[in-house]
């Protein structure tokens, strides 16, 4: 299993990023997937979570509304499109396979993105 992360970097509150994630190793579209991230000296924390088709998504109230997850399974890709994001937004994201939609349980995580929002 290998998931690998991109388009991170440094935006200023307000100014769209989009993120994508290339996954392999396993039959992408059989799995529910999510967007976690962590920030120095807090916990990790999950950002969303999608279904195996794309059917159903789950956003933690913070980000309802200011951030989209989709995927497209003939690219074995995720994706985490972030609008109006703001400074408490600045952490590390991963990229995680889901074991338990209910339980917020992952398996496999990829090596991260960093996003820095600041003025």
């Known amino acids: 299993v290998q998931l690998v992360e991109s388009g991170g970097g440094m935006v200023k509150p307000g100014e769209s990023l989009r993120l994508a994630c290339a996954a392999s190793?396993?039959?992408?579209?059989?799995?529910?997937m999510s967007w976690v991230r962590q920030a120095p000296r807090r916990g990790p924390e999950w950002v969303a979570a999608i279904g195996a088709g794309g059917g159903r998504t789950y956003y933690p109230d913070p980000m309802k509304g200011r951030f989209a997850i989709t995927r497209d399974n003939a690219k074995n890709s995720l994706y985490l499109q972030m609008t109006s994001p703001k400074e408490e937004d600045t952490a590390t994201y991963f990229c995680?396979?889901?074991?338990?939609?209910?339980?917020?349980?992952?398996?496999?995580w990829g090596q991260g993105t960093q996003v820095t929002v600041s003025s």
């Open positions: 995680a396979r889901v074991t338990n939609w209910t339980a917020g349980q992952t398996d496999y």
């Open positions: 190793g396993f039959t992408f579209g059989n799995y529910d």
